[in-house]
């Protein structure tokens, strides 16, 4: 959907670096998601937020961290990235069941 | 933690051919969703279902949620060219989070 952007599309790094991936929403959604898909392992959960001031941690969280900086902003940090933090990034925002996803993040850490 | 698996992991029909994909989960779940990607895409939510049993169509499409409410399945009717992409189920257990199965990718040919 267009109304959840991320933020850069294709992201290159080498590893120890820092990075951050970072997500908007127009849709008016308190709920947000950082997942990371990899092939054959369908889409994991990294964090969740369901609203400003709350922030959970998912079952793959280490290494990850993230900040809610508004309704509509919902970054992830990479702290020291690792090769096998490559992977695709989606964000995700929903008001209730049905979550909508960003275009996704194509990371490559080298 | 939980889990939920698919089956099959990849298939590949003629065009014209029926298709089912079968989602199990280790936990009761109190619904579940399908989504679909296109390749190169994001998930795209499809449906939801939340009763037990419940059985609901969209076109080609035949969704089911078992009576026990672990399982379930999609089921695709004469497969067209644009049904191709990779199919997951999410299961959702009460806590606003869901959890993505593996993900069947379906190519159909022409």
């Known amino acids: 959907d267009a109304d959840v952007t991320q933020t850069p599309r294709n992201r290159i790094t080498k590893t120890g670096k820092r990075i951050m991936l970072e997500c908007s929403q127009t849709?008016?959604?308190?709920?947000m998601y950082w997942y990371r898909q990899d092939p054959g392992l369908g889409l994991r959960l990294i964090y969740y937020?369901?609203?400003?001031?709350?922030?959970n941690k998912g079952e793959i969280s280490d290494g990850y961290s993230v900040s809610r900086q508004a309704q509509a902003k919902f970054s992830l940090s990479l702290e020291s990235a690792i090769p096998n933090q490559t992977a695709l990034y989606f964000c995700?925002?929903?008001?209730?069941?049905?979550?909508?996803f960003g275009p996704g993040t194509r990371l490559t850490v080298l | 933690g939980q889990q939920v698996m698919q089956i099959p992991q990849y298939q590949h029909v003629q065009e014209g051919e029926d298709f089912t994909t079968y989602c199990n989960s280790s936990?009761?779940?109190?619904?579940i969703q399908w989504y679909k990607q296109r390749p190169g895409g994001h998930p795209v939510f499809l449906i939801q279902?939340?009763?037990?049993?419940e059985v609901k169509k969209q076109k080609r499409l035949t969704f089911q949620f078992g009576e026990a409410k672990k399982n379930s399945s999609l089921h695709i009717t004469a497969t067209q060219t644009t049904d191709v992409g990779t199919y997951f189920c999410a299961g959702n257990t009460g806590f606003q989070k869901l959890v993505f199965g593996t993900g069947t990718r379906l190519l159909v040919s022409p």
């Open positions: 279902l939340v009763k037990s049993g």
């Open positions: 936990t009761t779940l109190s619904n």
């Open positions: 849709k008016g959604h308190d709920r």
């Open positions: 995700a925002t929903s008001r209730a069941d049905e979550q909508f």
């Open positions: 937020s369901f609203d400003v001031k709350d922030i």
